[in-house]
């Protein structure tokens, strides 16, 4: 599986951005997916997680309420809507697939990644 995400940007705290993480190949659907991200310094932290079929989701407590994870496996992609962004949010986000349970989900279990995309909040 190959993955592309896009979608990422400059904006104000307060706002609004939507990710999305493109998938090549035939075996998306039979992979759970998730959104991690990376701020300079910092270790990559899970953000969010969904199930193959979009039955069930997971969250990161710093984004619960503010994010929300869905997939489109017809068009075999993966996204994140990222509402009342802050500061805190900056930094590059990865998509990554994945086979473990997702509250397994770490950077250790992840079977394949994307490149990342870049947000900026601004204050």
């Known amino acids: 599986v190959q993955l592309q995400a896009s979608g990422g940007g400059l904006v104000q705290a307060g706002g609004s951005l939507r990710l999305s993480c493109a998938a090549s190949?035939?075996?998306?659907?039979?992979?759970?997916m998730a959104w991690f991200r990376q701020a300079p310094g910092k270790e990559r932290e899970f953000v969010a997680a969904?199930?193959?079929?979009?039955?069930?989701?997971y969250y990161a407590d710093s984004v619960k309420g503010r994010f929300t994870i869905s997939r489109d496996n017809a068009k075999n992609t993966v996204y994140l809507q990222m509402n009342s962004l802050r500061p805190e949010d900056t930094a590059v986000y990865y998509c990554?697939?994945?086979?473990?349970?997702?509250?397994?989900?770490?950077?250790?279990?992840?079977?394949?990644w994307g490149k990342g995309t870049q947000v900026t909040v601004s204050s």
């Open positions: 990554a697939a994945f086979k473990v349970s997702l509250r397994g989900a770490t950077p250790d279990t992840m079977d394949y």
């Open positions: 190949g035939p075996t998306f659907s039979s992979y759970n």
């Open positions: 969904i199930t193959r079929i979009g039955t069930s989701t």
